[in-house]
């Protein structure tokens, strides 16, 4: 598997929902590192930027506007919890289909990325507070939930 090849299919897909909103597409590195081949790349327009790395499957996912990120798990919990938006995210998930991360995501895009997408560099900086107010339990407090 190239994961070049790999993150640009992926990136095809996303393109469908970032393209009409004016972002576009940059592969940033690949390589050999001591996990395997990989490929990096971003999403980008202004001062927004969804940073997609690649090995196997998709892997790291982090939403950037100005010198803010959140990780996609904390974007779409904060999302959920603030914009009172229901069902489960499709990322990750779990298929042997390299790209199907990349389907879920776009899902995910769709129904949680409108703050990231159109919304103000403020709602974003709400999101952010919003999740360093409510860390992600951890331990057997997350166990518990």
């Not at 938006?85 to 995910?108: K, N, V, W």
């Amino acid at each position: 598997m190239d994961p070049v090849s790999e993150l640009e299919r992926g990136a095809c897909e996303l393109a469908a929902t970032f393209g009409p909103a004016g972002f576009d597409f940059v592969l940033l590195q690949s390589g050999r590192s001591s996990g395997g081949m990989f490929a990096s790349g971003e999403f980008r327009k202004g001062d927004r930027r969804l940073e997609l790395h690649f090995r196997w499957s998709l892997g790291l996912v982090v939403y950037h506007v100005g010198g803010d990120s959140l990780a996609h798990d904390d974007f779409v919990r904060a999302m959920q919890s603030t914009e009172d938006i229901q069902g489960t995210p499709e990322y990750p998930g779990f298929s042997d289909d390299p790209q199907a991360a990349f389907r879920g995501l776009r899902a995910d895009l769709e129904r949680f990325g409108r703050v990231f997408i159109s919304g103000t560099a403020d709602e974003f900086r709400a999101l952010k507070r919003w999740v360093n107010a409510h860390p992600k339990p951890t331990g057997f407090g997350a166990l518990a939930r």
